[in-house]
């Protein structure tokens, strides 16, 4: 770790300087050292600029909040015990150097942590998060469910977060949630899920399906997946791999590829196999990075290549004899490095 939660308080002892400001300014070295091993670009007068910038703990409190909550000036000071106009001041100077953007409401003004592409300075302090501990942080972090409360009375919980939904929490009101009630609208029949990992998709699809066959091709995951499947009686579990399949003559309604193809050396032959075993008139739901350059970034995660351009995977599609319905990037992630996602669905051709 960059910063043991114990070295700060002894370093400050005596010093008449708070732990935290002693974590602000040991960033310099830990910051450095992501910028090399992330790749982040930044000239050295940007990178001096950012650290004067976080040489300041109330700034630091700030971000740590602003990446929480999108708050106002009046909930910021409720939250730090600190004055309206100095809580400004440090806003002014984060919104300038592009770690806070802001958005009006009415006579309200709403600012949040900068996670929009291309804010490398945002990305470095993302990867500096987890390694600041520090009691100022976690007083904050405990007085500010009261101020987002304030603002929930005074507004409708609905009203103060109108145009941003998504990102706030509320009781029940979960992405699984969601998914697990929205799955009740799919009939699927006889499922194949290629690289299945642990079954998490195979137990939301289950009761809808009249079969699913998961195959992966670790011993370990396939273990898992039958540990979590076990109640399930029309789902199957077994150890096989995506570029030859070895299933006989089952052939199924739907099939799975779902952040899949990163983990294939011959993505071509993974997809012709997937299109081989469908049914005819069976459908290929297939999800997937978009290419990118971020080789560091998913080493950790043994993928065998960098993604695909939305081209280059419907090609693999009808090479495969498939029929493509819908081929487009879904979703950007809001993190660094933004890694997008693309979605294709095809279908198996009817005889003639």
């Known amino acids: 770790m960059l910063f043991d939660s114990g070295t700060p308080c002894e370093f ?36 001096s600029t950012l650290l004067r910038l976080l040489s300041d703990p109330t700034r630091m409190r700030l971000l740590a909040l602003l990446e929480r909550e999108e708050l106002t000036v009046a909930e910021l000071s409720s939250v730090l015990r600190l004055a309206q106009p100095r809580v400004s001041t440090h806003l002014a100077k984060l919104k300038e150097a592009g770690l806070v953007r802001d958005r009006r409401a009415g006579v309200s003004a709403y600012y949040r942590f900068n996670a929009e592409p291309g804010a490398k300075p945002a990305a470095m302090l993302r990867a500096l998060r987890d390694n600041i501990d520090d009691g100022l942080l976690r007083d904050d972090a405990q007085r500010l469910p009261a101020a987002l409360a304030q603002r929930a009375s005074a507004e409708g919980w609905a009203d103060s977060v109108a145009g941003d939904m998504e990102r706030h929490y509320s009781p029940g009101r979960t992405w699984e949630a969601l998914a697990r009630s929205m799955t009740s609208l799919v009939e699927t029949g006889d499922v194949l899920d ?11 699809l289950a009761p809808h399906a009249h079969s699913i066959l998961c195959v992966d091709a670790s011993e370990r995951v396939v273990a898992a997946a039958c540990a979590r499947l076990k109640a399930f009686r029309n789902v199957e579990v077994k150890l096989g791999d995506m570029q030859a399949l070895d299933l006989g003559a089952r052939r199924f309604d739907l099939v799975l590829l779902m952040h899949a193809l990163t983990y294939s050396a011959q993505p071509a032959q993974a997809m012709s196999e997937a299109a081989r075993v469908l049914k005819p008139g069976g459908r290929l739901l297939v999800t997937t990075l978009g290419r990118h350059s971020h080789r560091a970034a998913v080493a950790p995660f043994d993928h065998r290549n960098l993604g695909f351009r939305v081209d280059e995977l419907r090609e693999l599609a009808i090479r495969s004899g498939l029929k493509v319905i819908s081929c487009a990037r879904t979703t950007r992630e809001r993190r660094p490095p933004q890694f997008e996602v693309l979605s294709l669905l095809a279908r198996s051709k009817q005889p003639c």
Request: proline share 2%.
């Open 12 to 47: 400050a002892a005596g010093s008449g300087l708070s732990p935290l400001t002693h974590v602000a300014k040991r960033t310099t070295l830990g910051i450095y050292l992501l910028i090399k091993m992330k790749g982040y670009i930044l000239d050295l007068g940007a990178t």
């Open 194 to 204: 290629i690289a299945s990992g642990d079954g998490v998709l195979a137990e939301l």
